[in-house]
């Protein structure tokens, strides 16, 4: 048999290492980077380093034979070469001063990549394309906030913004988006197109820091082919959805801020005569919105089983002619219990459909203008500041039903006098100019604008005066995070969730922390919530004064226990014999009554130790602490006869575990705290 | 030509000869001349193959020779004289050559010289030599002008001779006569061990030349333009002659014309043509401004642009305008591609208003600012804004997004699998501690009133009684149950008590203590009932006198040899206090244990190499050594239970021996650097085995040589380890870190079934005294309860 030589075949053949692949593609790792990007080729880690480097062990980037292979017969790949000669040509003309002759090369002879191929390449279908938006809707819509600089040119920008504003239309036609997030990086949305979830994240309109370490030639490429992907996308959205595109854009409007007014929608084969562009797309999608809907419904319904059902109820009830899903109910306690969809899609797509909003000039108009739209309200006005493209910019319009206000609510004599502007009178009646704060309109709802956001993550109206202008808002929470068991949820009572003798440990705590606290209070003023916390404990140390002494003891004794326990949990605790407990609850009963003997002989009366709350609570907790010891002890004896393999499994597994437990623990805790401080306050 | 014979020579091993030499007649002239001579050859010898193969070797050799002569006298041509008659000059110069070859036996005598070994054997040679050296070393011959030429015999390299390192063919078969090689086709070897080829005969050689025969004007060349090979005329050869020889080639040919001037250089004065200049050569075309100015009319009218811009960029939009996916075909992602994992989506604690649980206090959020920004677990801390107004820019916006598609395109993705077991599936179902007990859990008594580290401890088979020893040389006996001490005495002055064991068996009360050298066997009369103490004196006493009415062959040996014990009484103040018997050995004892009928003991005493290990007989107050030269320093020695198998344990493995049969049972491999003590089975299948490296070792017979299991559960050595005597599946081990641990070790008869192993209780108590702890520890016979020996002077009873 005839030796096999080291590295001809198995994964040294299969990897290949950055520099090789260059090599071999005969490129510049600039242009490799860019292939890479284009192509979506990312680099391989061999399962062993050694056995692909042959023996070396240095920290090198390997990509798998095959693709570098697959990049060898790509068009672009000619195309770089021929940028290459004529950056030469350019390069040689600029030296010799020619600059109109590198201007004309530049002009005339710089290949045009076109990247169309690819896309077809990389996503045969449209699904696939839609399945891998998150990223490129995030690049986009950064782009499109971000100024142009010499790394980004306004085109892309342009085209970036153009983009962002098509897919929103689409959305906002389709009603597919779903659920929206304010967090402290941006806003999220959630949109789902044909069953694919796509989330994507905006930055608020600040000016975005792009100092330090920020290749924008990587983020160029990525938004190269990504704003091809995301226009054949668009292409094909708005075709499906019987919308010609791309859509009418308006320059003038663009100009005067119009942003998402700007774009005017056209039915295909109905050219639309010049209704407002702002609610011009309504009437068309009517019949795109409920194929969407329609499409959704599918997408949502796993159980073929349940499908058949739904069929035959459609038919039962066509003379309903309704095309919600119906609640089924349980006839029987035996049966099977199917999952159904919630609510109907097209009842929170509608659900700020009837009312008419009215943006602040405060309140950030381009994602309002755009969840509001997305969730069927088609009259959105606003200041005249905010741009164009508004239903109304009259703030008194007495169709208004809804205003977002984002202001401080302030005393009405803090306000400063307002000229009083003679009013046009045209319909001989004055119309009282009266805005807020000065005053209310009748009828007409003044909400802060989390109340959108919680709305439509919550697919219900919420009561608005929870969100009055000036109210303390309550929590903004992700409509993302599926709470699982044993994690903290902030929706939920904390009795619900806390472990059994948690809260008593937690007040004990507490309460022997107090005088520290109190401490640490008083210095830190500025904090309300402290302050309140120190109102709230010096109060219960004043009640707590008479039973001092014999909480004392009980409490050296649980010292005493602690210590005792610790030192029996240091390496390796054995079972906890019922005797130690007993004993140590002999021994208090022992003394109690030792006490009351001595008393006695000393001719005082001593009052019966009350069972305080403290007490109650050193029971209660004892008793978990006791239950919980002995469970982890049974836990640990049972792990001592592991073998090793198996031990490490196990703690791997339960190293996940642990630190949610502990994090949700630390969450609880400190929820205990604030509800105490909030009761505290309500108290006072 | 040197791939031909070889190819031949192959050839002529398979296939008989003749079909050979035809097969390639029509090849070459030369291969066709050397059949016929292998041929004629064949004819003489036909015996074997391998004499064809010989000749057909020494044709190659021929071959080679032959081709050195072409070269040669092809430099002769170029330097010498023309030759007249080519065809005569090649034939005369290759037959000089052999005929110099030919003698088989001078060329031999030459290599030899060449050897250095100047003397041969070979007269013939010898005398060959000889002329050699006489006659002037060249003949004088004419060439093929007639002239004189001399030809120079080789030249013979004596070793001074030549300076040069070109590698010559010598023979190295050293100082044998040459015709031991007469059947051979070889006639030696060279240096490098390759075969010398004979050289061809004389015969052979002529009748090759003859065969071949030259044409009139062969040159051996071949006309590059018809391709057939040049033959020129005398008269050519002639010229050629000539002009080689730079000679005027042909009459009347002129070497040195005058020269012919066709041109000169002078210009003349008068010109060819005396035409004048014409006028045309003076005045602007017409035409051409005819021309200009229908172009440039044409650009006043606008016709001509004279500078076209370039045509507008088309809009990309037409990128988009179609649809790429009309033709889809879903394709199946190729098995390795791993798809861009997605980012997930944000928490509670990413919202701009979060719950205030998840904000960080002051303590979370200055390490969070401390900390580095590689090693933030959180690339952001919750802050709260009370409105959506006061939200500031997220300043790592468009890093995050450069570090994702950093990620996107440098990330190496590697598909990992989730693991998605219950860790409760993992865990062994073990017996409930309920089942477990009962089990030493608490500290019951505690014995105090000893000076110094206690030693050792145990208790008496009645489990009344716990006697210790110590290091104020004292052997006590307490009460167990109340800790009061009954009964002491001082066994040495100098030496600790390092151990006490009481003797088995419930009919008779002994301890016996080790303090130094001594083994002492003691009734403690004032705590025993009379008639338990008449019975245990009567054991005692039973030996005496036994060594002297013994026969004589062991004293013959006796007298020679030292005894390996010395019994004897141990005085009188010891006596009056019950100790009965003493027995001295060489050296200190360490460990004692009791044989189960408790007419045996076995000391250990580690420092005395060959007696070691000593069983004592009580019946006869007889010592022996069982071991005459022990592999290892002993630590313990234990009696089998049931059969007659003694337990060895030295410092790092444990030996079985089999007294009756008198040899080596099995050899146990803890792994361990130390063994400090062993204790076996009430069943005699386990052995545990604690040691100085901290591990306590499960040994199970039946399993391996290897530990069935090992425990790691102490800090420090392991000083005891003693499983319960009285049926109770416990064991206990005691270590230097001042605990002693009780586990639940039950061994189940069948077979099938491995020992269970459950650690149930710390009992810690004693303290750590110069780095000692707990140094023994003993159970009671039948109770769950424990008696431990400290290094603080005390000892404790647990249960």
């Given at each position: ?16 290492t950055?520099?090789r692949?260059?090599?071999?593609l005969?490129i510049s790792l600039?242009?490799?980077r860019?292939l890479?990007?284009f192509?979506?080729?990312?680099p ?5 380093k050694?056995?692909?480097s042959k023996?070396s062990?240095?920290?090198t980037t390997?990509y798998y034979t095959?693709d570098i292979?697959?990049?060898?017969h790509?068009?672009?790949l000619?195309k ?9 040509k350019i390069?040689?003309a ?7 002759d ?8 710089i ?5 169309d191929?690819?896309?077809k390449?990389?996503?045969?279908t449209?699904?696939?394309a839609?399945r891998?938006?998150d990223?490129?809707?995030s690049?986009?819509?950064?782009f499109?906030?971000?100024p142009s600089t010499?790394?980004?040119?306004s085109?892309t920008i ?6 962002a504003?098509e897919?929103e ?8 988006l779903?659920k929206?997030f304010?967090s402290?990086k941006?806003?999220?949305y ?9 989330l994507w994240?905006v930055?608020y309109r ?7 370490d ?5 983020m160029g490429?990525?938004v190269?082919?990504y704003?091809?992907?995301l226009?054949f996308?668009?292409?094909?959205l708005y075709?499906?959805?019987g919308?010609?595109y791309p859509p009418?854009?308006?320059?003038k409007?663009?100009?005067m801020g119009g942003?998402l007014?700007?774009?005017?929608l056209?039915g295909?084969?109905i ?5 407002p562009?702002?609610?011009?797309e309504?009437s068309t999608?009517?019949t ?8 959704d419904k ?6 073929p089983e349940?499908?058949?059902?739904d069929g ?13 899903i ?12 199917l999952?159904?969809?919630?609510a109907s899609?097209a ?7 009837s009312?008419?909003f009215y943006?602040?000039r405060?309140?950030p ?7 509001l739209?997305?969730f069927?309200?088609?009259?959105v ?5 905010l741009g164009d493209?508004?239903?109304t910019?009259?703030?008194s319009d007495?169709?208004?039903?809804h ?5 401080p ?5 803090s306000?400063p006098q307002?000229?009083n ?9 004055a119309v009282p ?9 009748p ?10 956001w919680?709305c439509i993550n919550?697919g219900?109206l ?5 969100y ?5 808002l309550?929590?903004h929470?992700?409509p993302?995070?599926?709470a699982k068991?044993?994690?903290?949820d ?5 009795a ?5 003798g948690e809260?008593?440990a937690f007040?004990?705590e507490?309460e022997?922390a107090?005088?520290?606290e109190?401490?640490e209070a ?10 309140l916390?120190a109102?709230?404990?010096s109060v219960?140390a004043?009640?707590?004064m008479?039973i ?9 004794e ?5 210590e005792?326990?610790?030192a029996?949990?240091e ?15 002999d021994?208090v009963a022992?003394?109690?009554?030792q006490?009351e003997?001595?008393?006695?002989a ?9 069972a ?5 609570n ?5 008793k978990?602490d006791?239950?919980r010891?002995e469970?982890?002890?049974?836990r640990?004896?049972?792990k001592?006869m592991l073998t090793n393999k198996k031990?490490?499994?196990i703690?791997?597994?339960?190293h ?6 502990v ?5 609880r805790?400190?929820r205990?705290k604030?509800e105490?401080?909030?009761a505290?306050?309500?108290?006072v | ?6 190819k031949?020579?192959v050839?002529?091993r398979?296939a008989?000869q ?5 097969d390639e007649?029509?090849?070459l002239?030369g291969i066709?001349?050397h059949?016929e001579?292998?041929s004629?050859?064949?004819d ?13 070797l020494s ?7 032959e081709?050195?002569d ?7 041509l170029d330097?010498d004289?023309?030759p007249?008659?080519g065809e005569?000059?090649?034939r005369?110069?290759i037959?000089n050559?052999s005929t110099?070859?030919?003698?088989l036996?001078?060329k031999?005598?030459k290599?030899t010289?060449e050897?250095?070994?100047?003397i ?6 010898e005398s ?5 050296e006489?006659r ?6 004419t060439?093929a002008?007639?002239?004189e030429r ?6 013979d390299?004596?070793?001074e001779?030549?300076e040069?390192?070109a590698?010559?063919?010598t023979?190295?078969i050293g100082n044998i006569?040459l015709?031991y090689?007469?059947a051979?086709p070889h ?6 061990g390759k075969?010398?080829?004979?050289p061809a005969k004389g015969?052979a050689l002529?009748?090759?030349?003859d ?6 004007g062969?040159?051996?060349?071949t006309d590059p333009e018809?391709?057939k090979?040049l033959?020129l005329s ?5 010229v050629?002659?000539?002009i080689t ?9 002129d070497?040195y014309?005058d020269?012919v001037?066709?041109?000169t250089?002078h210009?003349?004065?008068m010109?060819l043509?005396a035409?004048p200049e ?6 602007p075309s017409?035409h051409?401004a005819k021309r200009v100015?229908?172009?440039v009319k ?6 001509i642009?004279?500078y076209?811009p ?5 809009e ?6 179609y649809?790429?996916w009309?033709d889809e075909v879903?394709r ?5 591609h791993?798809?861009a994992p997605?980012?997930p989506?944000?928490?509670y604690?990413?919202?701009y ?6 904000l960080?206090?002051k303590?979370e959020?200055s390490?969070w600012l401390e900390?580095d920004?590689?090693?933030r677990?959180k690339?952001?801390l919750p ?5 959506l107004r006061k939200?500031?820019?997220?300043e790592r ?7 994702r598609s950093?990620?996107?395109?440098l990330?190496?993705r590697?598909?990992r699998?989730?693991l998605n077991?219950d ?8 017996p ?7 089990f030493p859990?608490t500290?019951a ?8 580290r206690v030693?050792?401890v145990?208790?008496d088979p009645?489990?009344i ?12 006996i307490w009460?167990i149950?109340t800790g009061r001490?009954?009964?002491?005495v001082k ?6 008590v390092?151990?006490v064991?009481?003797?088995p068996?419930?009919d008779?009360s ?5 303090a130094g050298?001594?083994?002492?066997l003691i009734?403690?009369f004032t705590i ?5 103490e008449?019975?245990?004196r009567d054991l ?5 006198g ?5 026969p004589s062959?062991?004293?013959?040996i006796?007298?020679t040899k030292?005894?390996p014990a010395k019994w004897s ?7 009056s206090?019950g100790?009965?018997v003493q027995?001295?050995?060489?050296s200190?004892i360490?460990?004692?244990n ?9 000391t250990?005493s580690p420092?005395g190499?060959s007696?070691?290990?000593a ?7 007889l010592t022996?050594?069982?071991f ?10 234990q009696f089998?239970?049931s059969?007659s ?6 410092r790092?493995s444990i030996r079985s021996?089999d007294?009756a049969?008198q040899?080596l ?16 089975h009430a069943?005699?299948?386990?052995i ?5 490296d901290?591990?306590?070792l499960?040994h199970?017979l039946?399993l391996s040589?290897?530990?069935y299991?090992t425990?790691r559960?102490?800090?420090e050595?392991i ?6 005597p009285?049926?109770l599946?416990l064991?206990?081990?005691a270590?230097d870190d001042?605990?002693i ?7 189940v008869g ?6 269970t192993?459950v650690p149930?209780?710390v009992l810690?108590g004693?303290?750590?005294?110069s780095?000692?702890?707990v ?6 016979p039948r ?5 431990s020996?400290g290094?603080d002077?005390?000892?404790?009873l647990w249960?």
């Open positions: 048999m005839r030796i096999k030589k080291k590295g001809t075949s198995g994964a040294a053949k299969n990897y290949i950055r520099t692949a260059v090599k071999k005969q600039p242009d490799f860019r890479c990007i192509k979506g080729i990312y391989r880690e061999p399962r062993n050694k056995k692909v023996g062990t240095a920290a390997f095959k292979q697959y990049l060898l790509e068009p672009l000619n770089f070469r021929e940028h290459k000669t004529v950056a030469k390069g040689r600029l030296g010799r001063g020619e600059v109109g590198a201007a004309r090369l530049e002009k005339t002879h290949p045009k990549i076109k990247l191929h690819i896309i390449e990389r996503y045969p449209f699904v696939d839609l891998d938006l990223d490129a809707l690049m986009i819509f950064l499109a906030n971000l010499q790394h980004v040119p085109k342009a085209l970036c913004q153009r983009l504003h897919f239309h689409y959305l906002i036609v389709s009603h597919s779903r929206s304010l402290i941006g806003i999220y959630q949109a789902t197109i044909q069953g694919q979830d796509i994240l930055p600040f000016v975005q820091r792009t100092g330090g920020i290749d924008f030639r990587i490429t990525f190269e082919f704003t091809t992907l226009g996308v668009n292409f094909r075709t499906s959805a919308l010609v009418k854009f308006n320059a409007s663009d100009e942003e007014g700007a774009f005017q056209e295909k084969g050219s639309k005569n010049d209704e562009a702002t609610n011009g309504a999608a009517v795109s919105a409920i194929a969407q809907a329609e499409a599918v997408a949502d319904m796993i159980d349940e499908k058949k059902e035959a109820l459609v038919q039962v009830d066509e003379e309903g002619n309704t095309d919600t119906d609640k089924f109910e349980a006839t029987a306690q035996d049966g099977d219990i999952p159904q969809p919630q899609n009842e929170i797509a509608s659900l700020f459909a009312f008419t943006l602040s405060e309140t108009r381009a994602p309002l203008e755009f969840i739209k997305a069927g309200c088609k009259k006005g606003w200041d005249g500041i493209g508004a239903f910019t009259d703030e007495p169709t208004i039903t205003q977002i206000i984002d202001r609510s302030l005393p009405t004599e306000l307002v000229p502007i003679p009013t046009p009178v045209d319909d001989g009646a100019k009266a805005q807020w704060p000065r005053s209310t309109m009828g007409r709802t003044y909400v802060q604008p989390q109340w959108v919680d919550q219900k919420l009561r608005p005066d929870l009055a202008p000036g109210a303390e309550p929590p929470l992700s993302w995070v599926k068991k044993g994690e903290y902030p929706n939920l009572p904390l619900e969730q806390e472990l059994p809260a008593e007040e004990d507490e022997d107090e005088f520290f109190e401490e008083a210095n830190e003023k500025d904090h309300n919530m402290d302050a916390a109102r709230d404990t219960e004043g009640e707590g008479d001092a002494g014999s909480e004392d003891e009980i409490d050296e649980d010292e005493e226990e602690e005792n326990d610790m029996a949990a390496e390796w605790d054995g079972i906890e014999s019922d005797g130690e407990s007993d004993l140590s609850d021994e022992h003394r109690q009554h006490r003997l001595e008393a006695e000393l001719g005082s009366v001593i009052e019966p130790t009350v305080t709350t403290k007490s109650k050193a029971a209660i907790r004892k978990a006791k239950k010891r469970e982890e002890e049974e640990e004896r049972q001592m031990r490490k499994l703690k791997r597994i339960e996940g575990t642990k630190k949610r437990d994090e949700s623990e630390a969450l805790k400190k205990r604030i105490k401080v909030k505290a306050a309500n108290a | 030509m040197a791939p031909n014979p070889r031949r020579k050839v002529t398979d008989p003749k079909a050979d030499s035809e007649l029509g090849l002239e066709l001349s059949s001579a292998d004629n050859d064949s003489d010898d036909e015996s074997s193959d391998g004499s064809s193969v010989i000749e057909g044709d190659e050799d021929e071959e080679d020779e081709d050195e072409d070269e040669y006298s092809a430099e002769d330097s004289e023309v007249t008659d005569e000059e090649i005369k110069q037959r050559l110099t070859d030919r003698p036996k001078n031999s005598s290599l010289h050897n250095g070994f100047g041969g054997e070979d007269r013939e040679s060959a030599q000889e002329d050699s006489l002037p070393n060249y003949t004088v011959i060439d002008n007639g002239n001399y030809i120079y015999q080789e030249i390299p004596v070793y001779s030549d040069s390192d590698p010559e063919t023979n190295t006569p015709h090689y007469d051979y006639i030696g070897y060279d240096i490098n075969k010398i080829m004979r015969e002529d009748a090759l030349l065969s071949i025969d030259i044409p009139k062969w040159t051996g060349l018809t391709g090979p033959e005398e008269e050519e050869l002639d050629l002659r000539k020889r730079n000679e005027i080639p042909a009459d009347g040919y070497p014309p020269m001037h066709y041109f250089g210009e003349e004065i010109p043509s035409a014409p006028k045309r050569r003076f005045v017409k051409e100015m229908k172009i044409a650009i006043r009218e606008g016709r642009k004279p076209k370039p045509a507008e960029e088309e990309e939009d037409d990128d988009f305008r649809d790429i009309a879903p199946p992602e190729y098995s390795m791993i798809a997605k980012l989506p944000p928490g604690d990413a919202s208003h979060p719950p205030a649980e998840y960080p206090d303590h959020k390490t900390a920004e590689e090693e677990e690339e952001y802050t709260d804004h009370d409105a939200v500031p820019g997220y916006f468009v890093k995050e997004r450069f570090e950093l990620d996107l395109y990330a190496p590697v598909r699998n989730r077991i860790p409760e599936s993992l865990l062994p179902k073990l409930s501690p309920d089942e477990l007990r009962p859990t500290c008594v505690i014995f105090r009133g000893q000076e110094g030693r050792s145990s208790v009645h489990g009684f716990m006697a210790s020893g110590g290091d104020d040389g004292y052997a006590r009460e149950t001490q009954l009964w002491n066994l040495s002055d100098e030496d600790a390092d151990t064991k009481w003797r068996g419930k008779a002994i301890l016996a203590a080790a050298e001594t083994v002492f009734v403690p025993l009932s009379p008639d338990i008449q019975i245990s005692l006493d039973a030996g005496w036994y060594a002297a009415s013994k062959t062991t004293t013959n006796a007298i030292e005894p009484r141990p005085g009188v103040r010891l006596e206090k100790v009965l027995a001295t050995v060489r200190t360490k460990v004692i009791w044989h189960r009928k408790g007419d045996y003991f076995a250990v420092r190499q007696s070691a290990v069983i004592h007989t009580l019946s006869k107050h022996q050594l069982p005459r030269r022990l592999k290892g320093l002993a630590q313990s020695a089998h239970p059969k198998i003694f337990f060895v344990a030295t790092n021996y007294l049969k040899e049972v099995k050899i146990l491999q803890p792994g361990a650097k130390w063994i400090s003590s062993i204790d076996v069943g005699g299948d386990n545990i085995v604690g040691t100085y901290k591990r306590l499960w199970d039946d040589t290897k530990p299991r425990l559960y102490h800090q050595a000083r005891a380890v003693r499983y319960h009285g049926g599946p064991f206990a081990d270590s001042g605990s641990q009780i586990f639940h070790g039950k061994v069948d077979l099938m079934e491995n020992a192993i149930l209780k810690k004693h303290k750590v005294k780095r000692l702890g140094m023994d520890v003993d159970w009671h109770e769950p309860w424990c008696v020996a290094a002077g005390t000892s404790r249960n």
